[in-house]
């Protein structure tokens, strides 16, 4: 009979317990100015972003398939919503979040999770890198026309950071900057931009509710195009956080169940006046890397955290300077860059298409600010050069017999839309013998495409009184030639 300490979960240990605290303690200070800036940018009471950080974060540590990701309100949720809530009011907005957290739960129900085995490793690094750069363009904004004080803070909370973990890491770093620049700005009177000029902190916990807006197929047609960009947007970037983190862990999580976990999260949220959210790529990266964090319980506690402080110690996270939050985030941003990858040694040995799949990949993320849209063009593109580049390795070689009374053309490579579409120029229809032998025996049929040329192929033969014979089909190639050939349009 096993003891009660090998079943006990493996977060209850004295060591993995602390390290859970103390990094959602530091992520969760991390969360309210970015919730409230994050409002602001929809339109929105800045309560309705931290209600949404308290509701994701405590709602997806049960449900989701990533443990100790962070999932809050975000900038890329907030501009998707913004258009809406200024046209329409807050109860349309409400009720966006609602629908597109149902539309997630059906998505991740039909297996969208799968499309991830689509993006290839160098939109992967794109986005990290790109990630990287919004997080550190993000704290742009807190060091223009500041006092001049926020620039020597700034610098000391990094030395501090870069410097403390040599002593001991007992106590995440981040967390003793915060409080050692509270400390000094409080106590020596500095006069430094502080989380309380970000906006009013809430005083109670948020409350139920229905949207307030008519049950009508008129507010359907109005909140449905929001809530399915609200959707794709939200499970794209929490599954490439999720991937993220899977490779910095060196473990797997469940994609299915994170992608219905973040719709019932939504659900939740916006029945609690929430704006919606998705995985917070910099605060998951401080949970992870800065913290250490590895287990659900570290998400579970940013979000109630989050609400302790608001609520109980709303006047002393208020005098938080903003200087430490901003280094937390700059010392998140350097360690997320992929620096390996911009190596001149590294860039001299990719292929010119990866390379230009990751400029793409971070042009595209940080002139949209929207990493979805950067992952979908980078994939694209990376699709269109491995289509160019596979295209141009079919091969056909015409073997004629010694005879003359027929020629054998040797096809070799695979075959789909884009290297079918030239195969019917390959052939001498006016110089060949009355036989003609294609040989498939080193190709492949993946497609409609390759059929209707191989089609063409046999009607401009026909055309002259010669035959064609096809022959050295695999399995899988034979099947879809015998199913298609003869019944697709425009063959001649």
């Known amino acids: ?273 929430g704006m919606g959210g998705c995985a917070m790529i910099g605060q998951t990266m401080i949970n992870v890397k800065a913290g250490g964090a590895r287990t659900r319980l570290s998400t579970f506690l940013a979000g109630a955290f989050l609400m302790v402080l608001c609520i109980a110690f709303g006047p002393l996270v208020s005098d938080i300077p903003m200087a430490a939050l901003v280094a937390v985030m700059v010392l998140v941003a350097f360690g997320t860059f992929d620096w390996h990858s911009v190596a001149p040694a590294t860039l001299r040995r990719l292929p010119a298409g990866e390379i230009g799949v990751m400029v793409v990949t971070v042009a595209v993320v940080v002139a949209t600010d929207n990493l979805a849209i950067g992952v979908v063009v980078g994939s694209i593109t990376a699709m269109v050069i491995f289509a160019r580049r596979v295209a141009h390795l079919v091969e056909v070689t015409p073997l004629p017999d010694p005879d003359g009374g027929r020629v054998v053309y040797a096809v070799t490579g695979e075959l789909f839309f884009a290297s079918s579409n030239d195969l019917v120029y390959r052939f001498d229809y006016a110089g060949d013998p009355d036989r003609v032998v294609v040989d498939l025996t080193a190709a492949h049929i993946w497609d409609a495409s390759s059929v209707a040329a191989l089609d063409a192929i046999t009607t401009k033969y026909a055309a002259r009184g010669k035959t064609v014979e096809i022959v050295g089909l695999n399995t899988p190639s034979a099947t879809m030639h015998g199913r298609l050939t003869g019944e697709l349009a425009g063959n001649g």
């Not at 605290?21 to 009471?45: H, K, M, N, Q, W």
């Not at 329409?88 to 297996?111: K, R």
């Not at 403390?164 to 967390?175: E, G, Y």
């Open 1 to 273: 009979m096993p003891t009660p300490s090998r079943r006990r979960p493996a977060w209850l240990t004295p060591k993995v317990l602390r390290t859970e605290v103390l990094s959602g303690l530091v992520v969760a200070l991390a969360l309210i100015p970015e919730a409230i800036s994050f409002s602001i940018i929809a339109g929105v009471d800045p309560r309705v972003g931290l209600f949404a950080s308290f509701t994701m974060a405590v709602v997806i540590a049960f449900v989701g398939g990533r443990p100790a990701m962070i999932s809050a309100a975000t900038g890329a949720i907030a501009l998707v919503v913004a258009p809406l809530a200024r046209e329409h009011g807050f109860g349309y907005l409400v009720a966006t979040v609602i629908l597109g957290g149902l539309i997630q739960v059906v998505l991740g129900s039909l297996g969208v999770a799968r499309l991830m085995r689509f993006v290839p490793r160098s939109v992967m690094v794109g986005f990290v890198n790109s990630l990287a750069i919004l997080i550190f363009l993000a704290q742009v904004p807190e060091l223009v026309d500041v006092p001049w004080p926020v620039y020597p803070l700034v610098g000391a909370a990094l030395l501090l950071m870069v410097f403390f973990p040599r002593l001991t890491r007992a106590v995440p770093a981040p967390l003793v900057s915060i409080a050692a620049l509270t400390a000094l700005t409080v106590g020596a009177g500095i006069a430094v931009p502080t989380v309380g000029d970000k906006g009013e902190l809430p005083s109670s916990l948020p409350v139920p509710g229905l949207p307030d807006v008519p049950f009508t197929p008129a507010t359907l047609a109005v909140i449905a195009p929001y809530a399915l960009a609200f959707a794709l947007v939200g499970l794209m970037e929490s599954l490439m956080t999720a991937k993220l983190v899977d490779d910095i862990t060196d473990t797997h999580s469940d994609k299915t169940r994170e992608s219905i976990g973040q719709g019932i999260a939504n659900v939740v949220t916006g029945f609690f006046g």
